[in-house]
Nanobody, 123 residues
């Protein structure tokens, strides 16, 4: 089992930046992928960004060019930097992890999920 704890959410003004962190614990030696999904009120859950141990990355269309994901592969800690935030970025952001690689995870649902951290972008 893997447990995930997110931090860094909060209120930010439009145009600002925000960094989210996620620490994995438990059987982290099996983790090959870490990433972030988000769900806004009334909307479907969507990928924000993901990265695997091979260095492969993927970004959601709505955040591409404004976000950067990185991961300390030893400590299994993931970081998400988001810039030029828009009110449409308001959502609960979930850290995710999986034993599979990025390509396998993106065609399925990540196995492990954190509790989520709320991000609110004010206009």
């Amino acid at each position: 089992q893997v447990q995930l704890v997110e931090s860094g959410g909060g209120l930010v003004q439009a145009g600002g930046s925000l960094g989210l962190s996620c620490v994995a614990s438990g059987d982290i030696s099996t983790v090959n992928f870490m990433g972030w999904y988000r769900q806004a009120p009334g909307k479907q859950r969507e990928l924000v960004a993901g990265i695997d141990a091979g260095g492969n990355t993927a970004y959601g269309v709505s955040v591409q060019g404004r976000s950067t994901i990185s991961c300390d592969d030893v400590k299994k800690t993931a970081f998400l930097q988001m810039n030029s935030l828009e009110p449409e970025d308001t959502a609960v952001y979930y850290c995710v992890a999986d034993l599979r690689n990025l390509f396998e995870v993106l065609s399925d649902t990540p196995q492990y999920w954190g509790q989520g951290t709320r991000v609110t972008v004010s206009s």
